[in-house]
């Protein structure tokens, strides 16, 4: 026998050994009896409340707002152009120390 025939018939011996399980086919295990003390319009009312005073936004998710700045877009473009090509600031990749 070569090697994938032996590799096929172990596979197929470790699926063929585990056993199948099975439950009872009615879900019985899901059905799970609750009995509530309070009333209908009391959970109507809760629900109504907590809808209102919840924020959809997700926890964490909050931006900072932008920063004021009296600084032109073109005044710092130039400047930083000015830092590369003066070779004060690095441009591209790093290179290896």
């Given amino acids: 026998m070569n090697t994938k025939s032996i590799l096929a018939v172990a596979a197929f011996a470790a699926i063929a050994s585990t056993g199948a399980y099975a439950d009872e086919a009615d879900?019985?295990?899901?059905?799970?009896?609750?009995?509530?003390?309070?009333?209908?319009?009391?959970?109507?009312?809760?629900?109504?409340?907590v809808s209102a005073t919840r924020s959809t936004e997700p926890a964490g998710s909050r931006?900072?707002?932008?920063?004021?700045?009296?600084?032109?877009?073109?005044?710092?473009?130039a400047q930083a152009a000015e830092a590369v090509r003066l070779g004060q600031i690095s441009f591209g990749e790093a290179r290896p120390l």
């Fill in 63 to 77: 931006v900072a707002a932008p920063l004021k700045s009296g600084t032109d877009v073109k005044v710092v473009r």
């Fill in 27 to 49: 879900s019985s295990q899901f059905a799970v009896k609750f009995e509530g003390n309070r009333t209908r319009a009391e959970v109507i009312a809760e629900a109504s409340t």
